[in-house]
């Protein structure tokens, strides 16, 4: 099992409700979509991951190379082949018995990466080979807030299944059910308390999730909490 993650300084800014980080080099102050990866950067069982070399990384491995070996970035293969979607790659990795819950710089797990980047068929493999989703990055989110921000219905009902911890609290107090509520995601909205979310929680502020709604103009999602019987007067 990955060690917890120190609380790092990194330069960042809080742009919505995982606090996600943004890349100042960026245009537009968008925050980075997968890793910015150099190969010339990378070690060589680094780089037979990232390119979906298998029989490469085979031979690396035959040859004695540590399966988690990590880059600059502390990322290691079983990172980059989950945040590119190397499906095969993971399963290699996962049967070399490599470590499935450790850290990257950016305090991430393989996990995480795969979540975040919608690659489910390396969120299964992980899951199923006992990756833990109850890990948290340096916001105090859990897989399960990415899955939530990014609107993946499939993975968050597969996190579930795997225990999950659906009240999960990150920094910022909100459950994945209210960092739903604050992102105006209809869809998941309905999908928590489908899944028995507690509708009642309240965030840092003291603000009930019908609040959010409301405070952030979300006519759709103050309709289902009302239909959901969410008392108006909380």
């Not at 993975?155 to 009240?167: C, D, P, Q, S």
Request: aromatic residues 4%.
């Amino acid at each position: 099992m990955g060690k917890v993650c120190s609380s790092l300084t990194f330069r960042r800014e809080v742009v919505n409700g995982l606090g996600a980080p943004v890349d100042k080099n960026e245009e537009d102050n968008k925050p980075q979509r997968r890793y910015n990866i150099r190969m010339k950067h990378l070690k060589k069982i680094h780089r037979a991951a990232v390119m979906g070399n298998i029989l490469r990384l085979q031979q690396l491995l035959l040859l004695g190379k540590d399966v988690n070996k990590r880059d600059k970035k502390k990322r290691t293969p079983l990172h980059l082949a989950c945040t590119i979607g190397h499906a095969d790659i993971v399963t290699l990795l996962v049967e070399k018995k490599c470590q499935l819950d450790l850290y990257d710089r950016e305090c991430r797990t393989p996990l995480m990466k795969a979540v975040q980047f919608q690659e489910e068929p390396c969120v299964t493999i992980l899951l199923e080979h006992g990756a833990n989703p109850n890990l948290t990055d340096n916001f105090g989110n859990t897989a399960l807030h990415y899955a939530v921000a990014g609107e993946d219905t499939s993975i968050v009902e597969k996190l579930i299944l795997y225990h999950a911890n659906i009240e999960a609290r990150n920094k910022f107090k909100l459950t994945p059910f209210l960092l739903a509520v604050n992102e105006n995601k209809h869809q998941m909205v309905e999908l928590l308390i489908g899944i028995k979310a507690d509708v009642h929680v309240v965030d840092e502020s003291k603000r009930t999730a019908l609040m959010l709604a409301a405070t952030f103009k979300s006519p759709d999602v103050v309709r289902l909490l009302l239909q959901k019987g969410v008392n108006p007067s909380s």
